[in-house]
């Protein structure tokens, strides 16, 4: 199970947090992402992490103003979102891939086998 929190709305400018905590017989996860997907918009790759390798990868548009981070004995993902922008304004999903037998990259949507149900990011101008 993946479990998203943290969102909620803030100014443009302005920073927040959001976890990801994954739960259930995880030893540990081989990958977790964020996507986003603003109203009338197709899925947006946003950050993943690679627990095995501990690398990080970020869509060019936040590189710079978002920083993943994980605590391992918690199994959690944060994602530090500083500097908010009206476009960054979407529903966040987390998602877990828990071995490197996937179908897709850590950017693609079919890389990961299980997503949580979202949080809302509201940024306002």
């Known amino acids: 199970q993946v479990v998203e929190s943290g969102g909620g709305l803030v100014q443009a400018g302005g920073s927040l947090r959001l976890a990801c905590v994954a739960s259930?017989?995880?030893?540990?996860?081989?990958?977790m992402g964020w996507f986003r997907q603003a109203p009338g918009k197709e899925y947006e790759f946003v950050a993943a992490?690679?627990?095995?390798?501990?690398?990080?990868y970020y869509e060019d548009s936040v590189r710079g103003r978002f920083t993943l981070s994980r605590d391992e004995a918690k199994r959690t993902l944060y994602l530090q979102m500083n500097s908010l922008k009206v476009d960054d304004t979407a529903v966040y999903y987390c998602a877990l891939q828990l071995n490197s037998d996937i179908d897709g990259s850590y950017y693609q949507r079919s890389g990961y086998g299980f997503w949580g149900r979202g949080t809302q990011v509201t940024v306002s101008s």
């Open positions: 992490m690679n627990w095995r390798e501990d690398r990080s």
């Open positions: 259930g017989r995880i030893f540990r996860p081989y990958l």
